[in-house]
């Protein structure tokens, strides 16, 4: 069986080989590749013997980081290897400070997986949330070192847990520890009897926490604001955009904040609020940013802590591409809402069940609750509560974490 994953590894790379023809991401995917284990040769000389981390992309790196942070300081001498499979988490973060050393993670195919071992020799490896790489896995098994996975979340179906998934299902076993988001994940894997399992919650959870506390007052924004409520809305696509324009147009009271989930969209932005006074952050002065309703936000890493500024946050990927980060928006203690397709998100389902959150199909839905809060200030309290007591109730998942990894930290 694992020679048949392996050759469908080999054809899934000849796939993005082919894409990388005529689709940007799959270039960057191959060129970020181009001469990896040469750099590795580089870098590494054996003595490093780093913790190596590894994301599938920007937002699992949200979930490493707080753990990252934790290892260095109780072990401020280790050295952390961050990897990522995909350029989007990549191509953002591989001048972040915080990793020792960062870099994209050969295919998943055995030649390169033991090049790639031999030359980091890692003392522990730590896998985000869904990265299942069988030959990696079979490798770090070999040469018994320990791995562990965070943030993991499972859902009945999915392959591990069907009968033809059952060889997949046993090489999960060969995982150290599973850190796991809720008990549903702890009772799937224990059902293929996996017992080295805890219910640890999700550490975006420390991570946005921690942002918030951080958060200080931003310049450009006082200037924007202007004493006006904000709608600031993180994330966002086509669908979303459109309802916000809506939204915006029968509220002349508010502004708005839009950040797309890709910044290279800002001239879509620009002629999807076209009706409204609107600048983007890399082009507007201080003159233009007051004198504008619709700020489109075109630069990177602002997002988490431009939701603070919000009386509502909108938060995108819910109408099609997949929901965004709401826990970057919840920490603030502000009411968060999104599109109709969340409930493959935890903490979305779980601020919604809660009243803290709310998932909107169009823009006569938002505005509804954007008028109940508006004329109902307790019943807006009462939200901003709730969201603020969510994350608090779940910080802490971080120190679990190193009091069961820390052992195999030399």
Known sequence: MRLLYTIGIFFY???IAVASLFNSKAKLWMRGRKGLFEQLGNTFDGTQRPVWVHCASLGEYEQAKPVIEQIK???PHTQVLLTFFSPSGYEVSKSDPLPDYIFYLPIDLPRKVKQFMNAVRPQIAIFVKYEFWFNYMFELNRQGI???YISAIFRPSQYFFKKTGRWFGLQLQKASFFFVQNAESKALLESIGITQVEICGDTRFDRVYDIAKQSDTIPFMESFQQGAPIIVAGSTWAPDE???AQVLEALPQYKMVVAPHEISRSADLLKAFASFPCTCLSKGDEQELSNSRVLII???????KLYRYGRICYVGGGFKTGLHNTLEAAVYGTP???GPEYQKFNEAVALVNR?????ISNADELLQKIHYFDEKPDAYQETCRICQAFVQENIGSCVSILQTIQKNIL
């Not at 075109?298 to 988490?304: A, C, E, F, P």
């Open 242 to 244: 459109q309802v916000l």
């Open 298 to 304: 075109d630069t990177i890493g602002l997002l988490k």
């Open 336 to 338: 968060v809402f999104f």
């Open 355 to 359: 009243h803290g959150a709310f998932s």
């Open 146 to 148: 320990p791995f562990y």
């Open 73 to 75: 300081c109780v072990s």
């Open 13 to 15: 790379r000849c796939g």
